[in-house]
């Protein structure tokens, strides 16, 4: 329950330190997403260096998606990953937080979200061939 508490006010604070410091043009060319979602790309690297040091090697990219969904995001949220409640300002983070997992399990992607009813997101994950 801490560490929950400890994410979401250190995720609140990056949100208003990144709008704080911008000016009104970065704000209205979306750098201020920018910016976040390469927080959260970086902090995803780090993540699954961490996760997977003593796991095996995955077989496929099925199985890369399959730990994301479950153990990466169980472990990250503390929550399945179909009941996670989120918000906007999550967004351009925690699409970056995948994106930067998956960077680092050799997955290149795109990963955007979709907020259809609010609290539940839809992240959609494009995998890149290289």
């Known amino acids: 329950m801490a560490d929950e508490a400890l994410f979401l006010l250190l995720h609140n604070e990056m949100v208003t330190g990144v709008y704080k410091s911008a000016d009104q043009g970065e704000v209205e060319n979306g750098r201020c997403i920018t910016k976040l979602e390469n927080m959260g790309f970086r902090v995803g690297q780090g993540l699954i260096e961490r996760f997977t040091k003593d796991t095996a090697r995955f077989k496929d990219e099925l199985d890369i998606m399959k730990f994301i969904c479950k153990d990466f995001w169980t472990t990250v949220f503390k929550k399945q990953i179909d009941n996670l409640r989120t918000n906007h300002q ?28 609010m609290p539940a997101c839809k992240f959609q994950v494009m995998i890149q061939k290289m």
Do not use: D, H, P
């Open 90 to 117: 999550y967004l351009a983070f925690t699409c970056g937080l995948i994106r930067g997992g998956l960077s680092n399990l050799g997955i290149k992607s795109i990963v955007t979200a979709e907020v259809s009813a």
